[in-house]
């Protein structure tokens, strides 16, 4: 290889390298913020209804069909961190369960997600819960479905999390937990935008500032959490989106 394309092709090498170590930064500080702050507070919560929930539907409409097509319960549904209800809303109009409850630590979250169920006609469907997830305030055994995106990297203690969800499920219940991971191959990437519908390079910034890594879950803080909590689980990759499955009967 002549000398002009070493050079060329190391300078592309480090800047791939750099890259991934600023990404990995910036991901790193603002899970710490997050978790820090928990609930998103009333300017931000607007912020995130107006911008956000447009570049998360996607997900949304992807959390509903494996509702659909998946063979758990769906009699008694809990979101937790239901942020703008619009899932939520999604659920009623397309699962229809008999009961749906939609919870959130911020007040300016419920506020808003009772705002857009009631503009979409599903007050008569869904209960808000303003509580805290480290004390989930149900029936233990009440509830046969747990679904969350993008909140797991909101949880201060994911420990005490998983040990009150496995409280609240029903011997047969499940929780599915989404989250974007951004330490993924360009063409998951790009694979992932494809069927998100959306610019690839805008969903890899939505899982560096608002997701967790895939190392996590496999050697960092929340695979800890899970081991300390005993709660059984498997782990999934789809792309961009990572999905940890919980339940009582998993076997890994």
Same mark, same amino acid.
């Given at each position: 290889?002549?000398?002009?394309?070493?050079? +060329?092709?190391?300078?592309?090498?480090?800047?791939?390298?750099?890259?991934? +170590?600023?990404?990995?930064?910036?991901?790193?500080?603002?899970?710490?913020?997050?978790?820090?702050?928990?609930?998103?507070?009333?300017?931000?919560?607007?912020?995130?209804?107006?911008?956000?929930?447009?570049?998360?539907? /996607?997900?949304?409409?992807? +959390?509903?069909?494996?509702?659909?097509? %998946?063979?758990?319960?769906?009699?008694?549904?809990?979101?937790? %961190?239901? %942020?703008? @209800? +619009?899932?939520?809303? #999604?659920?009623?109009?397309?699962?229809?369960?008999?009961?749906?409850? @939609?919870?959130?630590?911020?007040?300016?979250?419920?506020?808003?997600?009772?705002?857009?169920?009631?503009?979409? @006609?599903?007050?008569? =469907?869904?209960?808000?819960?303003?509580?805290?997830?480290?004390?989930?305030?149900?029936? /233990? @055994?009440?509830?046969?479905?747990?679904?969350?995106?993008?909140?797991?990297?909101?949880?201060?203690? /994911?420990?005490?999390? !998983? =040990?009150?969800?496995?409280?609240?499920?029903?011997?047969?219940?499940?929780?599915?937990?989404?989250? !974007?991971? *951004?330490?993924?191959?360009? #063409?998951?990437?790009? #694979?992932?935008?494809?069927?998100?519908?959306?610019?690839?390079?805008?969903? =890899?910034?939505?899982?560096?500032? *608002?997701?967790?890594?895939?190392?996590?879950?496999?050697?960092?803080?929340?695979?800890?959490?899970?081991?300390?909590?005993?709660?059984?689980?498997?782990?999934?990759?789809? %792309?961009?989106?990572?999905?940890?499955?919980?339940?009582?009967?998993?076997?890994?």
């Amino acid at each position: 290889m002549p000398i002009a394309s070493r050079i +060329v092709t190391r300078i592309i090498e480090r800047i791939a390298i750099w890259e991934i +170590v600023m990404l990995n930064l910036i991901n790193y500080i603002f899970v710490k913020i997050q978790r820090k702050v928990q609930g998103i507070p009333r300017g931000a919560a607007h912020i995130y209804d107006s911008l956000a929930t447009k570049y998360l539907e /996607p997900l949304y409409n992807y +959390v509903v069909q494996d509702i659909l097509k %998946g063979n758990t319960n769906r009699r008694a549904i809990l979101e937790i %961190g239901c %942020g703008t @209800g +619009v899932l939520l809303s #999604e659920i009623a109009e397309n699962i229809n369960p008999v009961i749906l409850l @939609g919870l959130d630590i911020s007040p300016a979250m419920i506020k808003i997600s009772k705002k857009n169920i009631i503009k979409e @006609g599903k007050h008569s =469907k869904v209960d808000l819960l303003l509580a805290d997830t480290h004390k989930i305030p149900l029936r /233990p @055994g009440s509830i046969d479905l747990i679904v969350s995106t993008g909140t797991l990297h909101h949880i201060r203690d /994911p420990e005490t999390l !998983f =040990k009150e969800i496995t409280a609240v499920l029903n011997s047969r219940g499940e929780a599915w937990i989404y989250e !974007f991971s *951004h330490d993924i191959s360009i #063409e998951e990437l790009k #694979e992932s935008s494809r069927k998100l519908g959306r610019p690839w390079i805008l969903i =890899k910034l939505a899982a560096v500032m *608002h997701g967790l890594p895939r190392r996590e879950y496999e050697r960092g803080y929340i695979l800890d959490a899970l081991i300390k909590s005993e709660i059984s689980y498997t782990l999934s990759y789809d %792309g961009i989106i990572t999905l940890l499955k919980l339940s009582r009967n998993f076997n890994r």
